[in-house]
């Protein structure tokens, strides 16, 4: 039986180049200020998702809430084997936390993407760690939920036999359809994207750049989205309106995580020796390091 694959993906900050400039003085963070990556375990997500097509068939839809550059990571799914990629994007989706995002997910999914058989995301995102919004977004849809999926092992057309890993063990479980599960890291080795398809998901555009390029084109919106739609090619874009997302529940206002206080730590260096670049320099180091026993 086909299969219709909800994938929840999220644009974040590459967490590995930090800077003091990061944060703001409101406790949130400077997203400008850092690359902006695919977060590595919805990579994950994604891949389980195009391995259930694979073997039972259905589509892949692939889901992501954020700015209009977030449409970057939907043209990456694309080119990995997405069917379909959409947007959710309005300013008053901004400084959403955990509770807000969820619901601004699960209305999306209610309103535009029933049935649906499973929704996948990835275990957590880089930037909070919190690892709440998937289980949070089973909770607004009423569905089963498994943690740590690492393997589908069955799919019957109306159950899946799942395998999670728990690090130093695992356990099999079976659930019903719909169900959402996180998976981790160690699922999988996500495929690469797909040449071909990287020559045709360049041109893809969302909602945000087909306005910019229809007033540099002279050309009306409506005009251009129609020609990206006939080749594949238009992202579609969500709004508040677009979903009926009640206001007091997205974005700022219905968020009640607050930023209490932001502390900077300095990380201090202790006993430091400097050693020249020149070879008596490198000759001395060696010495030390052999002396303290950290080589030989």
Known sequence: MPLRVIVLVKQVPDTKN???????PDGTVNRGALAAIFNPEDVNALEMGLELKERYGGEVIVITMGPPRAAEILKD????????VILLSDR?????????????I?????????????????????DGDTAQVGP??????????VTYASQVLEFDGARFRIRRDLGRAHEVVE???????????????????NARLLLKYRRARSAFEVEAEAKAQGR????????LRS????????????????????????????????????????????????????RALVNELVEERTFG
């Not at 799914?77 to 379909?84: F, T």
């Not at 949070?136 to 939920?145: D, F, H, M, N, P």
């Not at 009306?220 to 020609?227: L, R, Y």
Request: charged share 20%; hydrophobic share 45%; glycine share 10%.
């Open 18 to 24: 930090v800077t003091g400039e990061v944060m703001k």
């Open 77 to 84: 799914s694309l080119c990995r084997g997405a069917d379909r």
């Open 92 to 104: 008053r989706f901004a400084a959403s936390d955990t509770l807000a995002t969820s619901y601004t």
């Open 106 to 126: 699960a209305q999306a999914i209610t309103t535009h993407l029933m049935p649906y058989d499973v929704v996948l995301c990835g275990r957590q995102a880089i």
């Open 136 to 145: 949070q977004v089973a909770e607004k849809l009423g569905i089963a939920q």
């Open 175 to 193: 659930t019903v359809t719909p169900v959402l599960m996180t998976v981790p890291k160690t699922a999988n080795l996500p495929r690469w994207p």
């Open 220 to 227: 009306s919106v409506d005009e251009v989205v129609a020609g």
């Open 231 to 282: 080749r594949g090619l238009f992202i579609e874009t969500w709004g508040a309106e677009d979903i009926g997302a009640d206001l007091a529940r997205i974005g700022i206002s219905g968020s009640p995580t607050k930023v209490k206080k932001i502390e900077n730590v300095v990380l201090a260096g202790l006993n430091l020796k400097m050693f020249r670049g020149d070879d008596d320099g490198v």
